[in-house]
């Protein structure tokens, strides 16, 4: 029996609600990824594409209870595509729990993704680093063991342009390592940065704790400057930051990034340029029963100002404009979403994954698809263990204008998959096209791919 997750009945029920109430709410990106609760964003650009690893957090969770990161990835920072899971605590045997806020980075042909677990061993939290050859993974245990443990949190990696790499992690403190160009050992010892109010800013209330870092630190390095983008304060956590002429210091604390916002009391930063913007990731808890333990990932793009510094970002449901558009002439994968109601992902026995748990009404909406001068006919790859359905080509909204229906059939198996065809009308120009699913009762089928023809059918 197929049994769709809460979260996907969570916004099934919330979506409804919206689009009955505000016409505009479909047009609405963020959150990133509605099928899932995902947190701390860790976004990668390599060839051409952001790859944001996340992590997971549970449906229903009343703590940070998290078992796997998740991977999605987009060309033009609209559209993302679902790669599933490609690490977990099963990756390292060594890890009890808490799949914790890691990050990835690339070098040496090869892709090492450093993440805070809980040592079976010792029960204090560890960092561990799987590696992969390809940014999709799958990721296994690097090491067999820690690459470092002091009991804290958060990793993130910065390669400088001389080659020499550094891993900063902490809370409550923060500290760094050197790292030796395999990516997997140090050298010299665990450093502690100085938490110093002028490098970090004041906290009040918190005598322990004077400075506003808390957690989550992401460094990078423009034009010459350090940056320091950090979770401040808690809680609920804003997001400052800080910079420095080198790698190591001296920090000087510059401001607030994102102020205290959403209804998730952790904010996590990550922070990239792609194909000539900024852009801001964080999380909130936007989605439908999310909150501090049930968090989402959004992105909004910002411009420096002139003087290197960050201006202040709010947390917007619009998130950030298409940089590009989408071929709708070549195999789409059908987990590439920018909006979604009702769907869920899950592996594929074609390989990769498709959607699936559709019932009558669910729709994905992908944005900025570019038909040019016109389609004529729309393919799917389809499964269904029942009765079938339809899948409604629509163009603008849910229930906009109708350019063609595809029919289901019934083929035996939710992982028996066929290729269905349909003509369409009406489709030109750059447009947000709409799947919806249409049929009668509980799950109707499943969705491998999806294409368009300018030619006949053939």
């Given at each position: 029996m197929r049994t769709r997750p809460l979260l996907s009945l969570l916004c099934t029920a919330a979506m409804a609600v919206l689009a009955a109430a505000v016409p505009t709410a479909a047009h609405a990106d963020n959150p990133i990824v509605q099928t899932v609760y995902t947190a701390d964003p860790a976004p990668l650009v390599y060839n051409g594409r952001v790859y944001l690893y996340t992590g997971h957090d549970e449906d229903n969770s009343t703590?940070?209870?998290?078992?796997?990161?998740?991977?999605?990835?987009?060309?033009?920072?609209?559209?993302?595509?679902?790669?599933?899971?490609?690490?977990?605590?099963?990756?390292?045997?060594w890890a009890k729990s808490d799949a914790w806020a890691g990050q990835v980075v690339a070098r040496n042909g090869k892709f090492y993704w450093y993440v805070p677990v809980t040592n079976r061993a010792t029960g204090r939290m560890a960092i561990g680093v799987g590696v992969a050859s390809s940014p999709t993974g799958p990721f296994t245990d690097a090491l067999g063991r820690p690459l470092v443990e002091n009991g804290?949190?958060?990793?993130?990696?910065?390669?400088?342009?001389?080659?020499?790499?550094?891993?900063?992690?902490?809370?409550?403190?923060?500290?760094?390592?050197?790292?030796?160009?395999?990516?997997?050992?140090?050298?010299?010892?665990?450093?502690?940065?100085?938490?110093?109010?002028?490098?970090?800013?004041?906290?009040?209330?918190?005598?322990?704790?004077?400075?506003?870092?808390?957690?989550?630190?992401?460094?990078?390095?423009?034009?010459?400057?350090?940056?320091n983008v950090f979770a401040a304060k808690c809680c609920s956590e804003f997001i400052g930051y800080s910079t420095a002429p080198g790698p190591t210091g001296p920090w000087t604390y510059r401001g607030?990034?994102?102020?205290?916002?959403?209804?998730?009391?952790?904010?996590?930063?990550?922070?990239?340029?792609?194909?000539?913007?900024?852009?801001?990731?964080?999380?909130?808890?936007?989605?439908?029963?999310?909150?501090?333990?049930?968090?989402?990932?959004?992105?909004?793009?910002?411009?420096?100002?002139?003087?290197?510094?960050?201006?202040?970002?709010?947390?917007?449901?619009?998130?950030?404009?298409?940089?590009?558009?989408?071929?709708?002439?070549?195999?789409?994968?059908?987990?590439?979403?920018a909006w979604s109601s009702g769907v869920e992902t899950e592996a594929a026995s074609e390989g990769g994954r498709n959607i699936g748990y559709l019932e009558n009404g669910d729709y994905v909406k992908v944005k900025g698809v570019?038909?040019?001068?016109?389609?004529?006919?729309?393919?799917?790859?389809?499964?269904?263990?029942?009765?079938?359905?339809?899948?409604?080509?629509?163009?603008?909204s849910p229930t906009g204008t109708l350019a063609g229906t595809c029919t289901v059939p019934g083929t035996g198996g939710w992982q028996t998959w066929t290729t269905v065809s349909c003509p369409v009308s009406g489709v030109s120009g750059t447009r947000d096209l709409y799947l919806r699913f249409t049929g009668g009762s509980g799950y109707l089928f499943n969705v491998n791919w999806w294409r368009f023809a300018a030619g006949s059918l053939g």
């Open positions: 703590y940070f209870t998290m078992k796997e990161w998740r991977l999605y990835s987009s060309a033009d920072m609209v559209n993302w595509t679902d790669h599933g899971s490609p690490m977990s605590l099963a990756t390292f045997s804290e949190i958060d990793p993130t990696v910065l390669v400088d342009d001389d080659g020499q790499a550094y891993l900063y992690w902490g809370n409550p403190n923060l500290w760094y390592v050197r790292l030796n160009p395999d990516m997997i050992s140090y050298s010299g010892g665990v450093t502690s940065i100085p938490l110093t109010t002028a490098g970090f800013g004041t906290r009040t209330g918190n005598a322990s704790r004077p400075t506003l870092y808390e957690e989550g630190p992401w460094v990078y390095k423009r034009n010459g400057v350090y940056y607030t990034v994102m102020p205290t916002q959403g209804s998730s009391f952790t904010n996590h930063p990550g922070v990239i340029d792609f194909n000539g913007s900024s852009y801001f990731f964080y999380h909130n808890g936007a989605l439908p029963g999310g909150g501090g333990y049930t968090r989402s990932v959004a992105v909004e793009r910002f411009t420096y100002n002139a003087d290197g510094t960050i201006p202040t970002i709010n947390m917007t449901t619009g998130g950030a404009p298409q940089n590009g558009t989408l071929d709708p002439y070549v195999r789409q994968e059908a987990e590439t979403i570019a038909f040019g001068s016109g389609a004529t006919s729309f393919s799917a790859r389809v499964a269904s263990a029942a009765a079938g359905g339809r899948i409604e080509v629509r163009l603008g």
